[in-house]
């Protein structure tokens, strides 16, 4: 089987993310394939693949993250290469779809970002889309071609089960992500709670309530992904008045926007803040008490399974918690 991967696949990334490319490639055996990726002086992207990809299966590994235009676009040329010069399969690797958040019209005269954004990778030549974690489950069914939409549930669960979990409780911080959150006090065996959350703005949240008791309780807030981290400020500004004193964040995708640093280390509650490798972090970037996971092998494993034509069932976001998890 492995020697079926050197002979079929290639892995290439966009600027994006590199590291995370690597990770992936060197669970899986292989080399990162090179690739050439620069701007002409009117800011036009110039992009090659390194290697010929005639009748081999390409994966291309770059999240769409910021600068989210540039990410997008660098990925989009790379498929339209991968096409265009004869690759059996084009596989658009995408660890974090951002525009996920744009799910449904609830303005006028606005883009479903995210049916587009899904349209147009079809376009630019994906026969294949891997992603993690989508903010809103249902554009899942944006895509028109098979899409593979895992979870990072098996890393959260491996990190916490080291951990004692005495008197503590798994929080989501509304309705909306609380399957997310059930699955895990499941795998754990603790209860859970949601807050009742009311979105005024991009970036401003109110927490009217709580659903489920939380009282003097250890918390485990359980997010999709953390930006500006409002959500987690104002969540855990409601659990004091319910004498929480100790909270763990956990998020799949850590982006940590705008004064997200500044305002997230200056919270004492937070015991320590756990995300995945998803999106790339410069050190300025980086909260105190962050420690970041790699789901790379969840990639790479899925990888394998698609070049080998066997189930992934049990990698996907929502697919039934085994009990040995």
Same mark, same amino acid.
């Given at each position: ?12 990334s966009g600027s994006a993310h590199p590291a995370l490319a690597q990770k992936i490639a060197d669970y899986l055996g292989l ?166 959350? &009311?979105?005024?703005?991009?970036? /401003? =949240?109110?927490?009217? *309530?709580?659903? !489920?008791?939380?009282? %003097? +309780?250890? #918390? ?19 659990? &004091?008045?319910?004498?929480?004193? /100790? =909270?763990?964040?956990? *998020?799949?995708? !850590?982006?940590?926007? %705008? +004064?997200? #640093? ?37 990639? %790479? ?25």
């Amino acid at each position: 089987m492995e020697q079926d991967l050197r002979n079929k696949v290639l892995i290439f990334s966009g600027s994006a993310h590199p590291a995370l490319a690597q990770k992936i490639a060197d669970y899986l055996g292989l080399p990162l394939s090179p690739t050439l990726v620069r701007k002409f002086t009117n800011d036009n992207f110039y992009v090659q693949l390194g290697v010929s990809v005639r009748a081999k299966e390409v994966f291309i590994v770059q999240p769409i993250s910021p600068p989210c235009s540039d990410n997008f676009l660098e990925l989009c040329f790379m498929l339209d290469i991968a096409r265009s010069a004869g690759a059996a399969g084009v596989h658009a690797v995408i660890p974090y779809y951002s525009y996920a958040r744009s799910d449904k019209k609830d303005a006028p005269r606005i883009s479903i970002g995210a049916r587009l954004i899904a349209d147009l990778l079809v376009t630019a030549g994906a026969t294949q889309v891997t992603t993690m974690t989508l903010h809103s489950p249902q554009v899942h069914g944006f895509f028109s071609i098979p899409t593979d939409h895992l979870t990072a549930h098996s890393v959260f669960v491996k990190h916490f089960r080291q951990q004692d979990l005495s008197d503590t409780v798994i929080v989501s911080p509304d309705i909306g992500h609380a399957k997310r959150a059930l699955k895990l006090a499941q795998a754990l065996g603790l209860p859970a709670a949601a807050g009742q959350k &009311r979105r005024l703005s991009d970036n /401003r =949240v109110i927490i009217d *309530g709580m659903m !489920g008791d939380v009282r %003097g +309780k250890r #918390v485990l807030l359980v997010d999709d992904e953390i930006a500006t981290g409002g959500t987690i400020i104002e969540v855990i500004k409601y659990l &004091r008045k319910e004498e929480v004193t /100790r =909270v763990t964040v956990l *998020g799949t995708h !850590g982006l940590f926007t %705008g +004064k997200a #640093v500044e305002h997230l280390n200056a919270i004492d509650e937070i015991e320590e803040i756990v995300i995945t490798d998803t999106v790339p972090l410069p050190e300025e970037r980086k909260p105190a008490r962050l420690k970041v996971l790699s789901v790379a092998h969840i990639f %790479g494993e899925v990888t394998r399974c698609n070049v080998l034509g066997q189930s992934v069932g049990d990698l996907f976001e929502f697919w039934p918690v085994p009990d040995d998890v």
